[in-house]
Protein backbone atom coordinates (compact mmCIF):
# COMPACT_ATOMS: atom_id res chain seq x y z
CA UNK A 1 0.00 0.00 0.00
CA UNK A 2 1.24 3.31 -1.10
CA UNK A 3 0.55 6.73 0.77
CA UNK A 4 -0.79 9.37 -1.29
CA UNK A 5 1.54 11.91 -0.77
CA UNK A 6 5.34 11.09 -2.21
CA UNK A 7 7.97 11.55 0.72
CA UNK A 8 10.19 15.21 0.08
CA UNK A 9 13.82 13.88 -0.64
CA UNK A 10 16.02 13.83 2.26
CA UNK A 11 18.45 16.72 2.10
CA UNK A 12 17.58 19.76 0.57
CA UNK A 13 20.60 20.67 -0.93
CA UNK A 14 22.87 22.94 1.19
CA UNK A 15 20.38 25.39 1.17
CA UNK A 16 19.87 23.04 4.76
CA UNK A 17 23.22 24.61 5.89
CA UNK A 18 23.80 27.67 4.92
CA UNK A 19 20.44 28.91 3.03
CA UNK A 20 19.33 29.80 -0.60
CA UNK A 21 21.52 32.78 -0.89
CA UNK A 22 25.06 33.46 -1.56
CA UNK A 23 27.50 35.87 0.34
CA UNK A 24 28.30 38.56 -2.32
CA UNK A 25 31.14 38.97 -4.65
CA UNK A 26 33.31 40.27 -1.88
CA UNK A 27 34.07 37.09 -0.35
CA UNK A 28 33.13 34.14 -2.42
CA UNK A 29 33.30 30.81 -1.09
CA UNK A 30 35.89 28.87 -3.55
CA UNK A 31 34.67 25.75 -5.08
CA UNK A 32 35.71 22.56 -3.35
CA UNK A 33 38.94 20.41 -4.72
CA UNK A 34 39.70 17.04 -3.34
CA UNK A 35 42.76 19.01 -2.12
CA UNK A 36 40.78 21.47 0.65
CA UNK A 37 38.48 18.20 1.68
CA UNK A 38 41.12 17.60 4.70
CA UNK A 39 43.08 19.42 6.22
CA UNK A 40 47.09 18.46 6.02
CA UNK A 41 48.95 19.17 9.54
CA UNK A 42 51.87 21.19 9.61
CA UNK A 43 54.40 21.83 11.95
CA UNK A 44 53.05 25.15 12.50
CA UNK A 45 49.77 26.05 14.88
CA UNK A 46 46.75 26.63 12.71
CA UNK A 47 44.40 27.42 15.28
CA UNK A 48 41.44 28.07 12.37
CA UNK A 49 41.88 25.40 10.21
CA UNK A 50 39.34 22.26 11.04
CA UNK A 51 36.65 19.90 9.62
CA UNK A 52 33.24 19.59 11.34
CA UNK A 53 30.73 16.61 10.31
CA UNK A 54 27.09 18.04 10.65
CA UNK A 55 24.22 15.37 10.96
CA UNK A 56 20.85 16.32 9.30
CA UNK A 57 17.63 15.44 10.78
CA UNK A 58 15.74 13.07 8.64
CA UNK A 59 12.16 13.95 8.15
CA UNK A 60 9.45 11.70 9.72
CA UNK A 61 7.94 8.80 8.51
CA UNK A 62 4.07 9.65 7.71
CA UNK A 63 1.14 8.93 9.62
CA UNK A 64 -1.99 7.73 6.84
CA UNK A 65 -5.76 5.91 6.91
CA UNK A 66 -6.33 2.71 5.31
CA UNK A 67 -5.97 3.93 1.92
CA UNK A 68 -2.87 5.80 2.49
CA UNK A 69 -4.69 9.60 3.03
CA UNK A 70 -1.67 11.28 4.94
CA UNK A 71 -2.94 11.94 8.57
CA UNK A 72 0.46 13.64 9.81
CA UNK A 73 3.16 14.20 7.26
CA UNK A 74 6.23 17.17 6.50
CA UNK A 75 6.31 19.99 4.70
CA UNK A 76 9.59 22.23 3.88
CA UNK A 77 9.47 25.85 6.25
CA UNK A 78 11.55 28.68 6.01
CA UNK A 79 13.61 30.61 8.17
CA UNK A 80 15.73 33.61 7.89
CA UNK A 81 18.93 33.51 9.08
CA UNK A 82 22.50 35.76 8.86
CA UNK A 83 25.48 34.26 7.40
CA UNK A 84 28.61 36.09 9.51
CA UNK A 85 31.90 36.74 6.41
CA UNK A 86 34.78 33.99 7.28
CA UNK A 87 36.72 34.51 8.94
CA UNK A 88 36.14 35.49 11.57
CA UNK A 89 37.63 38.33 12.65
CA UNK A 90 35.07 40.77 14.14
CA UNK A 91 35.76 42.74 17.17
CA UNK A 92 32.99 42.41 19.43
CA UNK A 93 31.68 46.15 18.55
CA UNK A 94 31.84 44.94 15.04
CA UNK A 95 29.90 41.25 15.10
CA UNK A 96 26.99 43.29 16.72
CA UNK A 97 26.49 46.33 14.39
CA UNK A 98 26.89 43.88 11.44
CA UNK A 99 24.15 41.46 12.89
CA UNK A 100 21.91 44.90 14.31
CA UNK A 101 22.02 45.78 10.19
CA UNK A 102 20.96 42.40 9.03
CA UNK A 103 18.30 42.56 11.77
CA UNK A 104 17.03 45.43 10.76
CA UNK A 105 17.22 45.04 7.06
CA UNK A 106 15.20 41.39 7.75
CA UNK A 107 12.71 43.51 10.07
CA UNK A 108 11.54 46.04 7.23
CA UNK A 109 11.54 42.74 4.68
CA UNK A 110 9.10 40.57 6.28
CA UNK A 111 7.25 42.96 8.44
CA UNK A 112 8.29 41.37 11.96
CA UNK A 113 9.66 42.87 14.98
CA UNK A 114 12.81 40.69 15.62
CA UNK A 115 14.49 40.65 18.89
CA UNK A 116 17.98 39.16 20.13
CA UNK A 117 20.05 40.34 22.63
CA UNK A 118 23.81 41.86 21.99
CA UNK A 119 24.85 38.62 24.04
CA UNK A 120 23.06 36.29 22.17
CA UNK A 121 24.66 37.34 19.01
CA UNK A 122 28.03 37.40 20.37
CA UNK A 123 27.01 33.67 21.86
CA UNK A 124 26.90 32.56 18.61
CA UNK A 125 29.87 34.65 16.92
CA UNK A 126 32.11 33.35 19.24
CA UNK A 127 30.63 30.00 19.62
CA UNK A 128 29.40 28.74 16.09
CA UNK A 129 29.80 31.71 13.91
CA UNK A 130 30.73 29.75 10.78
CA UNK A 131 27.07 28.66 10.75
CA UNK A 132 23.83 30.86 10.08
CA UNK A 133 22.23 32.52 13.30
CA UNK A 134 18.30 31.95 12.82
CA UNK A 135 16.84 35.89 13.19
CA UNK A 136 13.10 34.34 12.30
CA UNK A 137 11.50 31.00 12.17
CA UNK A 138 8.66 29.78 10.78
CA UNK A 139 8.69 32.50 7.79
CA UNK A 140 4.43 32.96 6.92
CA UNK A 141 3.74 32.38 3.01
CA UNK A 142 4.18 36.39 2.69
CA UNK A 143 7.29 36.38 4.80
CA UNK A 144 9.15 33.90 2.75
CA UNK A 145 8.03 35.84 -0.53
CA UNK A 146 9.00 39.17 0.44
CA UNK A 147 12.42 37.92 1.22
CA UNK A 148 13.22 34.72 -1.04
CA UNK A 149 13.90 37.11 -4.02
CA UNK A 150 15.52 39.76 -2.17
CA UNK A 151 17.96 37.86 0.50
CA UNK A 152 21.26 39.12 -0.23
CA UNK A 153 23.99 40.70 2.00
CA UNK A 154 24.82 37.43 3.59
CA UNK A 155 21.05 37.43 4.98
CA UNK A 156 19.52 33.95 3.85
CA UNK A 157 16.85 31.45 3.71
CA UNK A 158 16.96 28.34 5.48
CA UNK A 159 14.46 25.55 4.49
CA UNK A 160 13.98 22.69 7.22
CA UNK A 161 10.90 20.37 7.59
CA UNK A 162 8.50 20.68 10.07
CA UNK A 163 5.21 18.45 11.02
CA UNK A 164 2.09 19.06 9.70
CA UNK A 165 -1.40 17.64 9.98
CA UNK A 166 -3.15 18.17 6.96
CA UNK A 167 -6.61 17.27 8.62
CA UNK A 168 -6.20 19.84 10.98
CA UNK A 169 -8.81 18.52 14.18
CA UNK A 170 -9.51 15.38 12.07
CA UNK A 171 -8.33 12.22 14.43
CA UNK A 172 -6.19 14.41 16.29
CA UNK A 173 -6.06 12.22 19.50
CA UNK A 174 -4.90 9.14 18.15
CA UNK A 175 -2.33 10.75 15.91
CA UNK A 176 -1.29 12.88 18.60
CA UNK A 177 2.13 15.22 17.95
CA UNK A 178 5.18 15.88 18.49
CA UNK A 179 7.82 18.54 20.38
CA UNK A 180 11.10 19.39 19.85
CA UNK A 181 14.16 17.33 21.44
CA UNK A 182 16.14 20.15 22.70
CA UNK A 183 16.84 23.89 21.79
CA UNK A 184 18.34 25.84 19.37
CA UNK A 185 22.17 25.33 20.22
CA UNK A 186 24.57 28.07 21.17
CA UNK A 187 27.95 26.17 22.06
CA UNK A 188 30.88 25.67 20.49
CA UNK A 189 30.03 23.11 17.73
CA UNK A 190 30.68 19.86 18.05
CA UNK A 191 30.94 17.35 15.46
CA UNK A 192 27.34 15.13 14.71
CA UNK A 193 25.14 17.92 16.18
CA UNK A 194 22.07 18.35 14.27
CA UNK A 195 21.74 20.99 12.10
CA UNK A 196 18.58 22.16 13.68
CA UNK A 197 16.31 20.32 16.77
CA UNK A 198 14.88 17.25 16.04
CA UNK A 199 11.28 16.20 17.08
CA UNK A 200 10.30 13.79 18.89
CA UNK A 201 6.48 11.94 19.42
CA UNK A 202 4.94 13.27 22.65
CA UNK A 203 1.47 11.99 21.87
CA UNK A 204 -1.31 9.83 20.22
CA UNK A 205 1.11 7.16 17.11
CA UNK A 206 3.27 9.87 17.09
CA UNK A 207 4.38 8.69 20.44
CA UNK A 208 4.60 4.92 20.43
CA UNK A 209 5.73 3.93 17.01
CA UNK A 210 8.00 7.31 17.63
CA UNK A 211 11.48 4.63 16.98
CA UNK A 212 9.97 3.74 13.90
CA UNK A 213 8.81 7.06 12.77
CA UNK A 214 12.29 8.68 13.31
CA UNK A 215 14.10 8.67 9.91
CA UNK A 216 18.50 7.83 9.99
CA UNK A 217 19.89 11.29 9.57
CA UNK A 218 22.50 12.24 7.18
CA UNK A 219 25.87 14.06 7.65
CA UNK A 220 27.11 16.98 6.04
CA UNK A 221 31.07 18.20 5.75
CA UNK A 222 32.49 21.72 6.02
CA UNK A 223 35.73 22.50 6.26
CA UNK A 224 37.83 25.52 7.09
CA UNK A 225 41.59 26.11 6.35
CA UNK A 226 44.12 27.65 8.42
CA UNK A 227 42.86 31.22 7.86
CA UNK A 228 39.23 30.02 9.44
CA UNK A 229 37.92 30.01 5.44
CA UNK A 230 35.33 28.00 4.39
CA UNK A 231 36.81 25.98 1.67
CA UNK A 232 34.44 23.29 1.24
CA UNK A 233 31.18 22.18 1.95
CA UNK A 234 29.59 18.25 1.30
CA UNK A 235 27.05 16.12 1.59
CA UNK A 236 28.27 12.90 2.28
CA UNK A 237 25.93 10.76 3.90
CA UNK A 238 21.84 11.69 2.72
CA UNK A 239 19.41 11.53 5.35
CA UNK A 240 16.98 8.35 5.14
CA UNK A 241 13.35 9.10 5.80
CA UNK A 242 11.51 7.54 8.55
CA UNK A 243 8.89 4.32 8.26
CA UNK A 244 4.82 5.48 7.25
CA UNK A 245 2.71 3.66 10.22
CA UNK A 246 -0.43 2.61 7.85
CA UNK A 247 -3.18 2.63 10.38
CA UNK A 248 -6.80 1.29 10.02
CA UNK A 249 -8.82 4.28 10.31
CA UNK A 250 -11.21 5.55 7.42
CA UNK A 251 -10.19 9.44 6.76
CA UNK A 252 -14.01 9.76 5.61
CA UNK A 253 -15.87 7.94 8.21
CA UNK A 254 -13.47 9.77 10.60
CA UNK A 255 -14.09 13.36 9.40
CA UNK A 256 -18.35 12.23 9.65
CA UNK A 257 -18.04 11.03 13.25
CA UNK A 258 -16.45 14.55 14.51
CA UNK A 259 -19.16 16.62 12.55
CA UNK A 260 -21.77 14.39 14.05
CA UNK A 261 -20.08 15.39 17.72
CA UNK A 262 -19.43 18.92 17.10
CA UNK A 263 -22.44 19.43 15.61
CA UNK A 264 -24.65 17.15 18.47
CA UNK A 265 -22.88 17.37 21.47
CA UNK A 266 -20.81 19.09 23.51
CA UNK A 267 -18.84 16.11 24.96
CA UNK A 268 -19.14 12.59 23.76
CA UNK A 269 -17.14 9.82 21.56
CA UNK A 270 -18.09 7.91 18.32
CA UNK A 271 -16.64 4.20 17.66
CA UNK A 272 -16.83 2.45 14.62
CA UNK A 273 -15.43 -1.10 14.14
CA UNK A 274 -15.31 -3.43 11.01
CA UNK A 275 -16.98 -6.50 12.27
CA UNK A 276 -15.55 -8.93 9.84
CA UNK A 277 -12.11 -8.48 11.01
CA UNK A 278 -11.69 -5.80 14.01
CA UNK A 279 -10.47 -2.79 12.53
CA UNK A 280 -11.50 0.65 14.16
CA UNK A 281 -12.52 2.64 11.08
CA UNK A 282 -13.23 5.65 12.61
CA UNK A 283 -12.71 6.33 16.88
CA UNK A 284 -13.73 10.02 17.40
CA UNK A 285 -13.46 11.87 20.61
CA UNK A 286 -15.34 15.67 20.97
CA UNK A 287 -13.96 18.14 21.95
CA UNK A 288 -10.59 17.72 20.52
CA UNK A 289 -7.77 19.61 19.53
CA UNK A 290 -5.58 20.60 16.03
CA UNK A 291 -2.28 19.09 16.91
CA UNK A 292 -1.11 22.05 14.38
CA UNK A 293 -0.97 23.77 17.16
CA UNK A 294 2.27 21.88 18.32
CA UNK A 295 4.03 23.00 15.59
CA UNK A 296 6.96 23.69 15.63
CA UNK A 297 6.08 24.13 19.55
CA UNK A 298 2.92 25.20 21.51
CA UNK A 299 3.24 28.21 23.51
CA UNK A 300 2.99 28.14 27.03
CA UNK A 301 0.11 30.42 27.45
CA UNK A 302 -2.08 28.29 24.50
CA UNK A 303 -1.07 24.88 26.22
CA UNK A 304 -2.39 26.06 29.30
CA UNK A 305 -5.79 27.19 27.52
CA UNK A 306 -6.31 23.32 26.55
CA UNK A 307 -5.44 22.22 29.97
CA UNK A 308 -7.47 24.19 31.58
CA UNK A 309 -10.61 24.01 29.29
CA UNK A 310 -13.34 22.63 31.46
CA UNK A 311 -14.34 20.33 28.52
CA UNK A 312 -10.84 18.60 28.22
CA UNK A 313 -10.31 18.76 25.12
CA UNK A 314 -7.36 16.60 26.09
CA UNK A 315 -8.81 13.52 26.61
CA UNK A 316 -9.62 10.94 24.23
CA UNK A 317 -13.18 10.15 25.45
CA UNK A 318 -13.44 7.15 23.11
CA UNK A 319 -10.51 4.80 24.80
CA UNK A 320 -9.57 6.63 27.90
CA UNK A 321 -13.01 7.46 29.58
CA UNK A 322 -15.06 4.61 30.99
CA UNK A 323 -18.82 5.18 31.52
CA UNK A 324 -21.65 3.20 32.99
CA UNK A 325 -23.52 1.55 30.29
CA UNK A 326 -26.61 1.73 30.71
CA UNK A 327 -29.26 -0.37 28.97
CA UNK A 328 -27.20 -1.05 26.26
CA UNK A 329 -25.66 -3.62 28.60
CA UNK A 330 -28.73 -5.48 28.64
CA UNK A 331 -27.63 -7.38 25.34
CA UNK A 332 -24.92 -8.95 27.55
CA UNK A 333 -27.27 -9.71 29.94
CA UNK A 334 -29.69 -11.52 27.71
CA UNK A 335 -26.60 -13.32 26.24
CA UNK A 336 -26.11 -14.94 29.59
CA UNK A 337 -30.02 -15.40 30.54
CA UNK A 338 -30.15 -17.17 27.13
CA UNK A 339 -27.42 -19.37 27.19
CA UNK A 340 -27.64 -20.61 31.06
CA UNK A 341 -31.44 -21.29 30.25
CA UNK A 342 -32.13 -19.27 32.80
CA UNK A 343 -35.13 -18.10 30.28
CA UNK A 344 -36.41 -19.09 27.76
CA UNK A 345 -37.14 -17.08 24.03
CA UNK A 346 -41.07 -17.66 24.92
CA UNK A 347 -40.76 -17.10 28.79
CA UNK A 348 -43.09 -14.29 30.20
CA UNK A 349 -42.08 -11.69 32.63
CA UNK A 350 -43.97 -8.51 34.08
CA UNK A 351 -42.95 -5.26 32.95
CA UNK A 352 -44.40 -3.75 36.08
CA UNK A 353 -43.52 0.23 37.16
CA UNK A 354 -41.63 -1.09 39.91
CA UNK A 355 -40.60 -3.82 42.27
CA UNK A 356 -39.17 -4.48 45.56
CA UNK A 357 -35.66 -6.09 46.35
CA UNK A 358 -34.54 -6.12 49.62
CA UNK A 359 -35.82 -3.05 51.60
CA UNK A 360 -35.42 -0.71 47.91
CA UNK A 361 -38.14 -0.83 45.22
CA UNK A 362 -36.70 -0.71 41.83
CA UNK A 363 -37.86 0.94 39.06
CA UNK A 364 -38.49 1.17 35.84
CA UNK A 365 -38.13 3.99 32.87
CA UNK A 366 -41.99 3.36 31.85
CA UNK A 367 -44.51 5.05 35.13
CA UNK A 368 -47.26 2.62 33.71
CA UNK A 369 -47.68 -1.68 33.51
CA UNK A 370 -46.62 -2.80 30.57
CA UNK A 371 -47.70 -6.13 30.66
CA UNK A 372 -45.96 -10.17 30.12
CA UNK A 373 -42.96 -9.91 27.78
CA UNK A 374 -40.77 -11.79 26.13
CA UNK A 375 -37.22 -11.50 26.14
CA UNK A 376 -37.65 -9.71 22.60
CA UNK A 377 -40.23 -7.34 23.42
CA UNK A 378 -38.46 -6.66 27.11
CA UNK A 379 -35.10 -5.92 24.65
CA UNK A 380 -37.36 -3.68 22.57
CA UNK A 381 -39.13 -1.62 25.08
CA UNK A 382 -35.69 -1.96 27.22
CA UNK A 383 -37.83 -3.01 29.87
CA UNK A 384 -35.44 -2.50 33.42
CA UNK A 385 -37.62 -4.35 35.83
CA UNK A 386 -38.01 -7.38 33.73
CA UNK A 387 -34.17 -7.47 33.62
CA UNK A 388 -33.89 -6.85 37.00
CA UNK A 389 -36.22 -9.99 37.43
CA UNK A 390 -34.09 -12.22 35.11
CA UNK A 391 -30.65 -11.34 35.72
CA UNK A 392 -31.67 -11.76 39.67
CA UNK A 393 -32.97 -15.39 38.54
CA UNK A 394 -29.98 -15.76 36.34
CA UNK A 395 -27.31 -15.15 38.81
CA UNK A 396 -24.23 -12.64 39.11
CA UNK A 397 -21.13 -15.15 37.76
CA UNK A 398 -23.03 -15.83 34.47
CA UNK A 399 -23.47 -12.32 33.80
CA UNK A 400 -19.81 -11.61 34.67
CA UNK A 401 -18.39 -14.12 32.28
CA UNK A 402 -20.81 -13.43 29.34
CA UNK A 403 -19.48 -9.96 29.99
CA UNK A 404 -15.96 -10.57 30.12
CA UNK A 405 -16.46 -12.73 27.25
CA UNK A 406 -17.74 -9.85 24.97
CA UNK A 407 -14.38 -7.89 26.00
CA UNK A 408 -15.79 -5.74 28.91
CA UNK A 409 -13.23 -4.61 31.61
CA UNK A 410 -10.30 -5.73 29.82
CA UNK A 411 -8.47 -2.88 27.89
CA UNK A 412 -8.76 -3.56 23.92
CA UNK A 413 -4.96 -3.54 23.57
CA UNK A 414 -4.77 -0.59 21.41
CA UNK A 415 -1.19 0.76 21.16
CA UNK A 416 -1.89 4.11 22.60
CA UNK A 417 -1.21 4.96 26.16
CA UNK A 418 -3.53 5.31 28.89
CA UNK A 419 -6.46 3.27 27.58
CA UNK A 420 -8.93 2.56 30.17
CA UNK A 421 -9.61 -0.79 31.32
CA UNK A 422 -13.75 -0.51 32.69
CA UNK A 423 -15.16 -2.57 35.39
CA UNK A 424 -17.45 -5.41 35.31
CA UNK A 425 -17.88 -5.40 39.05
CA UNK A 426 -17.37 -8.73 41.06
CA UNK A 427 -16.92 -10.16 44.53
CA UNK A 428 -13.45 -9.51 44.84
CA UNK A 429 -14.12 -5.56 43.49
CA UNK A 430 -17.21 -4.91 45.64
CA UNK A 431 -15.41 -6.87 49.07
CA UNK A 432 -12.59 -4.24 48.21
CA UNK A 433 -14.48 -1.22 47.57
CA UNK A 434 -17.98 -1.99 49.79
CA UNK A 435 -17.11 -4.64 52.24
CA UNK A 436 -19.41 -7.03 50.96
CA UNK A 437 -20.07 -9.83 48.18
CA UNK A 438 -22.83 -8.83 45.33
CA UNK A 439 -26.10 -8.74 46.78
CA UNK A 440 -29.11 -9.02 45.02
CA UNK A 441 -29.56 -5.26 44.38
CA UNK A 442 -26.21 -4.85 42.93
CA UNK A 443 -27.12 -7.79 40.63
CA UNK A 444 -30.06 -5.76 39.85
CA UNK A 445 -28.07 -2.88 38.91
CA UNK A 446 -25.52 -4.84 37.03
CA UNK A 447 -28.49 -5.99 34.88
CA UNK A 448 -29.06 -2.45 33.15
CA UNK A 449 -25.66 -1.44 32.83
CA UNK A 450 -25.78 0.75 36.30
CA UNK A 451 -23.91 0.59 39.94
CA UNK A 452 -20.25 0.18 39.50
CA UNK A 453 -20.62 -1.60 36.32
CA UNK A 454 -18.03 1.02 33.36
CA UNK A 455 -17.03 0.43 29.90
CA UNK A 456 -15.13 2.64 27.05
CA UNK A 457 -17.07 3.76 23.55
CA UNK A 458 -13.89 1.48 22.04
CA UNK A 459 -15.04 -1.41 24.24
CA UNK A 460 -18.76 -0.90 23.51
CA UNK A 461 -17.79 -0.97 19.71
CA UNK A 462 -15.75 -3.98 20.01
CA UNK A 463 -18.49 -6.19 21.65
CA UNK A 464 -21.24 -4.96 18.90
CA UNK A 465 -18.64 -6.11 16.45
CA UNK A 466 -18.55 -9.59 17.84
CA UNK A 467 -22.58 -9.72 17.99
CA UNK A 468 -22.68 -8.43 14.25
CA UNK A 469 -20.13 -11.08 13.05
CA UNK A 470 -22.15 -14.35 15.46
CA UNK A 471 -19.79 -14.41 18.20
CA UNK A 472 -16.03 -14.07 16.68
CA UNK A 473 -13.86 -12.28 18.75
CA UNK A 474 -11.42 -10.43 16.53
CA UNK A 475 -8.18 -8.61 18.29
CA UNK A 476 -9.15 -4.68 17.54
CA UNK A 477 -6.70 -3.28 15.48
CA UNK A 478 -5.63 0.24 15.01
CA UNK A 479 -2.63 -0.03 13.01
CA UNK A 480 -2.17 -2.34 9.91
CA UNK A 481 1.45 -1.93 9.01
CA UNK A 482 4.52 -0.09 9.01
CA UNK A 483 6.06 0.47 5.58
CA UNK A 484 9.59 1.75 4.48
CA UNK A 485 9.63 4.98 2.54
CA UNK A 486 10.45 2.45 -0.79
CA UNK A 487 7.03 0.40 0.39
CA UNK A 488 8.40 -2.50 1.86
CA UNK A 489 6.76 -4.02 4.82
CA UNK A 490 8.33 -3.37 7.96
CA UNK A 491 5.86 -4.77 10.78
CA UNK A 492 2.57 -6.01 10.36
CA UNK A 493 0.02 -6.54 12.44
CA UNK A 494 -2.21 -9.84 11.23
CA UNK A 495 -5.84 -10.38 11.62
CA UNK A 496 -5.74 -12.17 14.57
CA UNK A 497 -8.83 -14.23 15.77
CA UNK A 498 -8.57 -14.02 19.79
CA UNK A 499 -11.49 -16.53 20.31
CA UNK A 500 -15.08 -17.91 19.76
CA UNK A 501 -17.72 -17.19 21.99
CA UNK A 502 -19.44 -20.45 21.39
CA UNK A 503 -22.64 -18.91 21.75
CA UNK A 504 -25.69 -20.51 19.96
CA UNK A 505 -27.60 -19.77 17.14
CA UNK A 506 -30.53 -19.00 18.43
CA UNK A 507 -29.05 -16.79 20.67
CA UNK A 508 -27.81 -14.51 18.58
CA UNK A 509 -30.71 -14.89 16.75
CA UNK A 510 -33.00 -13.59 19.88
CA UNK A 511 -30.55 -10.78 20.64
CA UNK A 512 -29.85 -9.89 16.93
CA UNK A 513 -34.17 -9.53 16.17
CA UNK A 514 -34.47 -7.54 19.78
CA UNK A 515 -31.72 -5.39 18.68
CA UNK A 516 -33.51 -4.68 15.00
CA UNK A 517 -36.57 -4.01 16.77
CA UNK A 518 -35.28 -1.32 19.25
CA UNK A 519 -34.65 0.36 15.82
CA UNK A 520 -37.54 -0.22 13.79
CA UNK A 521 -40.50 -1.67 16.15
CA UNK A 522 -43.43 0.64 17.24
CA UNK A 523 -42.51 0.06 20.90
CA UNK A 524 -38.79 0.87 20.31
CA UNK A 525 -36.44 3.12 21.58
CA UNK A 526 -34.02 3.95 19.45
CA UNK A 527 -36.68 4.86 16.06
CA UNK A 528 -34.22 8.38 15.25
CA UNK A 529 -31.72 5.96 14.39
CA UNK A 530 -33.75 4.54 11.09
CA UNK A 531 -32.24 5.26 7.76
CA UNK A 532 -33.53 4.78 4.29
CA UNK A 533 -32.35 2.28 2.36
CA UNK A 534 -30.51 0.01 5.08
CA UNK A 535 -31.45 -1.79 8.29
CA UNK A 536 -30.08 -0.62 11.42
CA UNK A 537 -29.87 -2.83 14.72
CA UNK A 538 -29.16 -1.31 18.09
CA UNK A 539 -29.60 -0.26 21.98
CA UNK A 540 -30.25 2.66 23.32
CA UNK A 541 -28.99 3.67 26.80
CA UNK A 542 -29.12 6.04 29.71
CA UNK A 543 -26.92 5.93 32.75
CA UNK A 544 -26.27 8.32 35.64
CA UNK A 545 -22.53 8.83 37.13
CA UNK A 546 -20.55 10.61 39.28
CA UNK A 547 -21.58 11.91 42.88
CA UNK A 548 -25.16 12.86 43.83
CA UNK A 549 -23.94 16.94 43.51
CA UNK A 550 -22.48 16.36 40.40
CA UNK A 551 -24.29 13.62 38.67
CA UNK A 552 -24.01 13.61 35.56
CA UNK A 553 -25.82 11.81 32.57
CA UNK A 554 -24.44 9.41 29.52
CA UNK A 555 -26.60 8.72 26.56
CA UNK A 556 -25.60 5.69 24.68
CA UNK A 557 -26.31 4.40 21.21
CA UNK A 558 -24.53 0.78 20.11
CA UNK A 559 -25.30 -1.55 17.63
CA UNK A 560 -24.45 -2.59 14.15
CA UNK A 561 -25.66 -2.14 10.35
CA UNK A 562 -26.93 -3.69 8.00
CA UNK A 563 -28.50 -6.04 10.11
CA UNK A 564 -28.34 -8.50 8.25
CA UNK A 565 -24.68 -8.81 6.98
CA UNK A 566 -23.26 -6.53 9.29
CA UNK A 567 -20.13 -4.30 7.54
CA UNK A 568 -20.13 -1.59 10.71
CA UNK A 569 -20.09 -1.73 14.61
CA UNK A 570 -20.80 1.05 16.44
CA UNK A 571 -20.98 3.06 19.76
CA UNK A 572 -21.72 6.35 21.00
CA UNK A 573 -22.45 8.16 24.39
CA UNK A 574 -23.32 11.39 24.77
CA UNK A 575 -21.70 13.07 27.80
CA UNK A 576 -24.71 15.35 29.45
CA UNK A 577 -23.95 18.85 31.64
CA UNK A 578 -24.55 18.32 35.17
CA UNK A 579 -28.23 17.92 36.03
CA UNK A 580 -29.51 17.79 32.39
CA UNK A 581 -31.58 15.06 31.14
CA UNK A 582 -30.48 13.59 28.11
CA UNK A 583 -31.46 10.09 26.77
CA UNK A 584 -29.78 7.77 24.63
CA UNK A 585 -32.68 7.56 21.90
CA UNK A 586 -32.66 11.39 21.34
CA UNK A 587 -28.90 12.22 21.48
CA UNK A 588 -26.85 9.27 20.59
CA UNK A 589 -28.80 7.78 17.65
CA UNK A 590 -29.38 11.19 16.06
CA UNK A 591 -25.27 11.22 15.69
CA UNK A 592 -25.30 7.25 14.30
CA UNK A 593 -28.01 8.47 11.68
CA UNK A 594 -26.28 11.53 10.45
CA UNK A 595 -22.93 9.39 9.57
CA UNK A 596 -24.55 6.61 7.78
CA UNK A 597 -26.90 8.62 6.08
CA UNK A 598 -23.82 10.03 4.38
CA UNK A 599 -22.28 6.73 3.76
CA UNK A 600 -25.59 5.09 2.17
CA UNK A 601 -26.78 7.85 0.41
CA UNK A 602 -28.71 6.70 -2.55
CA UNK A 603 -28.26 3.11 -1.66
CA UNK A 604 -31.14 0.50 -2.74
CA UNK A 605 -32.85 -0.55 0.21
CA UNK A 606 -31.51 -3.70 1.58
CA UNK A 607 -34.02 -3.95 4.66
CA UNK A 608 -35.56 -7.32 5.60
CA UNK A 609 -37.86 -9.28 3.08
CA UNK A 610 -38.01 -12.61 4.21
CA UNK A 611 -37.92 -12.68 8.03
CA UNK A 612 -40.69 -11.13 10.19
CA UNK A 613 -40.89 -9.19 12.74
CA UNK A 614 -41.97 -10.07 16.03
CA UNK A 615 -43.98 -6.35 15.98
CA UNK A 616 -45.24 -4.89 13.35
CA UNK A 617 -42.09 -2.56 11.76
CA UNK A 618 -42.93 0.85 11.01
CA UNK A 619 -41.69 4.55 11.43
CA UNK A 620 -42.34 5.48 15.00
CA UNK A 621 -42.39 8.13 16.76
CA UNK A 622 -39.66 8.27 19.16
CA UNK A 623 -40.61 6.64 23.03
CA UNK A 624 -38.88 9.27 24.89
CA UNK A 625 -36.89 7.69 27.51
CA UNK A 626 -36.63 8.41 31.27
CA UNK A 627 -32.94 8.46 32.38
CA UNK A 628 -32.81 5.37 34.03
CA UNK A 629 -32.52 3.75 30.69
Same mark, same amino acid.
Given at each position: ???????????? /???? =?? @?????????????????????????? &??????????????????????????????????????S??????????K?V??????????????G??????????L??????? =????????N???????? $? %?? #? !? #??????????????????????????????????D?????????????? @??????????????????E?????????R??? %???????????? =?????????????? *???????? #? @??I????????D??????????????? $????? !??K?K??????????????????????????????????????????????? +?????I???????? *????????N???????????????? @?????????????? *???????????? #???????????????????????????????I??G?????????????????????????? /???? +?????? %??V??????????????????????????????????????????? =? %?V???????????K? *???????????????????????????????? +????? &???????????????????????????T???????????????
Amino acid at each position: MKPACAFFISVL /LPAL =VF @GQSLPPAASPTPPPTSDEETIIPTFE &TQKLARTYILDIPAPRGQITDRTGLPLAQNKVNYNLAISFPTPLDFTDTKAVAFAREKIDKAAKLIGRSIKISDDAILRHYHNRG =VLPLEIAQNLSKSEHEA $V %ED #R !A #RDFLVVRPIYVRTYPNGKVAGQIVGYTGKTGRNLDGIIDNHETLWPETE @GRDGLEQTFNEMLTGKRGEYKITFDKDGRKTS %EKLIKSAVPGNN =VITTLDLRLQQLAE *KALESKAK #R @GAIVIVDPTDGDILAMASWPTYDPNLF $VPSIS !AEKFKQLQDDPDIPLLARAFRSAYPPGSTFKVAVGIAALETSAVRPDDLYQC +VPGIQIGNLTFHNW *KKGDQGALNFVQALTQSCDTWFYQV @GIKTGAEPIIEWAL *KLGFGAKCGIPL #RGEAEGRVPNDEYMKATHGRKLLNGDIANLSIGQGDTQTTPLQMAQAMAIIANGGRFYQTR /LVRQ +VQSVDH %EIVTAYELREKRSLDVSAATMEQIRTGMIEVVNGSNGTGHEAQLDG =V %EVAGKTGTAQWGPKN *KERTAAWFAGFLPAEEPRYAFAAVYEGDVGSK +VHGGT &TAAPMIADIFQEIYKGSVSNKRSTRESTQQVRRAQPVEEDASD
